[in-house]
């Protein structure tokens, strides 16, 4: 269980000793972990979470590093860093994580894995530290598709009413993708039997990356601000950075991304039938190399939070799923449903992983 999920008897740290030591143990366990444990779970540990979740990495300087399992030379990808790891490593069969901005999907193209963001409210936040509220979810990572679904199947609420049979090309979110990679990635999308291929961000990629920067920094700061404000912790220098920043969000902001956030949720419903999910891009590139400098990092960030804001801004469900390996590292690719469409996306996962041909006629 990640460290910003409450279980009883812990304290929850976010990933900043300053907030654990004011914690008090839980007096009951998150929803989706009392879920987890009545389905049969059983509850190995809590993991370790990048800095209040505030980062797609998989680094926190107040604990010891994440070893990428698969490629030590890389990062893990974050901010459900240490849910991932475990999986990964083969610790644990399924971990719980979060998911605000790819906290789970990033880590689970780094890494291999199979991991599901669920639609937005699909899953209660209760007993988990609120940080980015309107886009919060609880995510979970798998090695196999048809664990991914049994956990789904334990935690989500009823079956979808219809059977996702149409897959869509989001040819504009692969323009987003380092150029190598995109080519190897549509060559392999091609096996899943493509239906049409649409664009999902229609030119306003740019747009889509402010929305989601703006709201989410509000929201953070509503959030966490006062406490950080009150008690000054030492933050990493990036972390720090990133809670200065949104700080800055004024209120004329945040009045015209939320209008900016309907129309982009009211442009996808139009694309899209309950019958039918997008293939895209889950990360822009390969999992960053643990010495990657400043600029490749930042341009990492902006890609790939353009690329996940999509299911974000529509509260839609959506599962990574792996490739294998290129180059030496995990690939993959995501399956984007409608809001609401979660399981038969985990139904079409599972069909993918047994038989990758053909499944949009399936």
Known sequence: VKDLIDV????????????????APAERSASVVEKALAAGAT????????????SLEGRNVHYDGLTNPVCPDRVPGGSSSGSAVAVA????????????????RVPA????????????GAISLAGVVPFAPSYDT?????????????????????????????????????ALVDRPLARELEARSTRWGVSDSRPVFEGEEALCFDCYRILQGAEIWQSLGPWITANRPGFAQEIGERFASAATVT??????????RVAIRARFEALMQPDTAVIMPTTPCLALSKDAPGDVIGDFYKRALTLT?????????????????????????????????????LDLATKIAVAPVGMATA
């Open 43 to 54: 509850l190995v540990g809590k993991t370790v979470t990048d800095e209040f979740a505030f």
């Open 309 to 345: 804001s999509i299911a974000g801004h529509c509260g839609a469900p959506q599962v990574a799923m792996p490739l294998g390996r290129w180059q030496g590292c995990p690939i993959g690719l995501s399956i984007l449903g409608v809001r609401g469409s979660d399981r038969a996306l």
């Open 8 to 23: 009883a008897g812990c304290r929850t740290g976010a990933g900043n000793p300053r907030w654990l030591a004011q914690q």
């Open 138 to 174: 609880i995510g979970w990572f798998a090695r196999d598709a048809q664990l991914l679904a049994d956990v789904g199947a334990a935690l989500l609420p009823g079956q979808h009413p219809f059977p996702i049979t149409k897959l869509l090309f989001a040819y504009d979110a692969f």
């Open 89 to 104: 490593a083969g610790l644990v069969d399924f971990a719980l994580g979060t998911d605000t901005g790819g906290s789970v």
């Open 251 to 260: 209120t004329d902001q945040v009045e015209h991304y939320r209008a900016v």
């Open 109 to 120: 193209n780094f890494l291999g894995l199979f991991g599901c963001r669920p639609s937005h």
